[in-house]
């Protein structure tokens, strides 16, 4: 019987996977600090998510796909295909910030756009707030969103309100206080739809980086209330509403045959929010560490007719493997150079192998190297912070290095480095060739940082600006920005948002 089964599933993934020949959509939901436990097929019950249980079931659940310790680093790995640190993404972006990532690094939009795809980002983009970062300048044809997380509200100078802006491509549209937050899924949600109402006739490419589910928690009016964990359990749920509507618009247009979904997180639960943090499930830690906690999130791949339904792959893969294996579905092939660190995860996809395509996985703090994975072996190099209390350590994780063996133990407890010297040996040497190439203070490969001079926020605001550590002085004076007041001022819902469809 299990023969047959395989057989039959063979055939099935063979032949599906040569019968597509026109470009696929593609279309990747990247929520912001969702943990491992935070969705039903990965165990979630205090919050429903019936639209990502059917996309489970629909499609392959990936169970050890990792992200990175915090939002941009892992913004910068998915649309680079790199780890932050060979793109000099060490970090968090505040609002006004002189880096971002560099212009001319090669982001999966700017891959997809020359073969013909429409591009749209909506959400929080997080790599840059300056004009020469902003995603109409890294490949995609419009982008709506906050820039940056939801908490990163400024003293706005034309009324005095704490606000976030929302940016329509280079320009703010309008000035959102925090009550306002609680239409943001909404608003992402209809301009989605619009988008692929409006692109139905090419392939596209949607980059959905939810602000959801960063504090503060602002689920919309109907959702709140509606689960049995507080306002995190409401708004998780309206972020599996937003994907049941993407989803429903794709079964209307019968554009569900041909659309790669990946739905995914940037890092773990903030579990010193507490109750707005989330949850890791059965995995040790959470955001801003490299414990598995932090950096492996729920990840489902969806794309009826190729990939097999209600398949799991618990090989290592990650946000630096989407750019090769987008650009690879949709006809082309990465170059060379520059180099990238992730590899095609289409044979994954599509039941082909279960091995993982790469050599390794490295678990990078900043530009540290704290931890690399090969097969079930994960080896700790670096004393590993506490995710609950900043600047604690753990006593067990104050001894180095340890030796997990994820199989066996995925809430990373007992340290087997001792009665594996050898293993241990193996995984050293690949951490200390890679800390040399793109780690540490003296890599070899590492990329520059994209910088400019005299950066502003994108609204006149009244605190002071925030300024690098590395800034022995005051930025030089530069001449004033112009902006659009009435704009920012609107107080009511933008009227061409409000007249979407769906």
Known sequence: MRALAALLLTTFLGSSFCAFAAPPNIIIHFIDDLGYGDIGPFGAVKQKTPHLDRMAKEGMKLTSFYAAPV????????????????????????????????PQEHTLAERLRPLGYATQCIGKWHLGDQPAFLPTKQGFDHYLGIPYSNDMLKTASV??????????????????DEADQDRIEEIYTDEAVKFIRGSKEKPFFLYFPHTAVHTPIHPGKA??????????GDWVQEVDASVGRVFDTLRELQLDQNTLVIFTSDNGPWLIKGADGGSAGPLRGGKGTTWEGGVRVPTLAWWPGKIAPGSVCDAVAGTIDVLPTCVKL???EVPAQPVLDGRDLSPLLFGQSQESPREAHYYFASYNLQAVRQGPWKLAIMTQGSARAKGQVEDDAKTNPRLYNLDQDIGERTNLAAQHPDIVAKLTALADAMTAEIGGNEPKSRRPPGEVENPSTLYPTSDPPRRNAKQSRPPAPQAPLTY?????????????????DG
Do not use: I, W
């Not at 009324?159 to 802006?165: A, I, L, M, Q, S």
């Not at 659009?484 to 979407?500: I, W, Y």
């Open 71 to 102: 939002c941009s680093v892992s913004r910068a790995q998915l649309m680079t295909g790199c780890y932050g640190a060979r793109v000099s993404v060490p970090g968090v972006y505040p609002p006004g910030a002189e880096n971002g990532l560099h």
């Open 159 to 176: 009324d005095g309100r704490r606000v976030v802006p929302l940016v329509r491509d280079d320009k703010v549209e309008r000035l959102l």
């Open 223 to 232: 959702f709140q209330g509606s689960s049995q964990n507080g306002c995190f």
């Open 330 to 332: 949709a006809g082309a």
């Open 484 to 500: 659009d007041v009435g704009a920012m001022l609107r107080s009511t819902p933008n009227a061409h948002l409000a007249e979407q």
